[in-house]
């Protein structure tokens, strides 16, 4: 608004949190033309946070204390003893978030990140705890069935693994290229419509789910647009907005999600998010 001159020489750093096409080194730029200190709060934390972000796009969800400070001490290019003063007041404000690992050893997150990692365990642990019973007598029916139509006999672990994820809430079917797990797919999906279950399927990319829909006969789409995606293309992760949470979750008694190691963390935050009570969750990759 009208204040738009006199927030921003106050602070650049607020425009990466407003505006997407911004970075920390946009921001930057205007911060050292405008006279903004090296070692200024708002610097030293956009810096810190910069930094958490460049290590999330290289897989790391946190990072260990001491390689966070050197990291951002040399992004900042300023002493590491103001890095660690600004985490501590960061981390009181919740910016960031401290914890103590496995190890002893001080780590770090975004905060975004942490509290998406905790839900995560908690959803995961919660939808694991239900058991289900099935009727043998159909499961068996329904192999001998998916065996004539597919031509396609299965073995014994593929047997255990249909049964396994008929009983369980949560159930993770995992092997190499040209294991079986798409044929385990095909049989649960026949499996679960003999119970009249309504299935789900989904994976993280477009190709992925069209494999998933040539292979099982039964339309698959991606998680984004599974999860009804409605937010902006930006690459900030935190903006993710998806119709289907919570207050909205998907119709399903059944979802299973192919490729299941490509998922990041934040896509698996909002994809649990969107799980109905009791639903059975089968994970493959």
Do not use: W
């Amino acid at each position: 608004g009208g204040n738009a001159v006199s927030v921003i020489e106050k602070n650049p750093y607020i425009l990466i949190d407003d505006l997407p096409e911004v970075g920390f080194k946009t921001a930057d730029k205007i911060g050292k033309t405008i006279g903004i200190l090296y070692d200024d709060s708002s610097r030293v934390y956009a810096g810190v946070i910069h930094t958490l972000k460049m290590a999330l796009q290289s897989g790391h969800v946190y990072l260990p204390y001491e390689i966070l400070v050197n990291e951002a001490a040399n992004v900042l290019q300023i002493d590491s003893k103001k890095v660690e003063s600004a985490l501590d007041e960061m981390d009181i404000l919740c910016k960031i978030i401290i914890r103590i690992d496995d190890n002893n050893n001080k780590i770090v997150y975004l905060n975004y990140m942490f509290y998406s990692e905790e839900f995560i365990a908690k959803k995961l642990i919660e939808i694991g705890s239900y058991n289900y019973n099935i009727d043998e007598k159909n499961l068996n029916l329904c192999i001998e069935q998916f065996s004539k139509f597919s031509g396609y006999e299965l073995d014994e672990n593929q047997i255990a693994a249909v049964r396994q994820a008929g009983e369980n809430g949560l159930t993770i079917i995992t092997g190499g290229p040209g294991t079986g797990k798409t044929s385990i797919i095909r049989a649960l999906v026949h499996f679960f419509t003999s119970c009249k279950k309504k299935c789900l399927l989904a994976a993280p990319t477009g190709r992925a789910a069209k494999r998933m829909t040539e292979s099982c006969g039964v339309q698959a789409k991606t998680i984004h647009r599974m999860l009804e995606f409605s937010g902006d293309e930006s690459d900030d992760d935190s903006k993710l907005i998806f119709k289907r949470d919570e207050e909205n979750p998907l119709d399903a008694d059944a979802v299973i999600i192919d490729e299941i190691s490509m998922v990041d963390t934040h896509l698996m935050y909002h994809l649990l998010k969107a799980m109905p009570h009791q639903v059975q969750l089968i994970l493959v990759g």
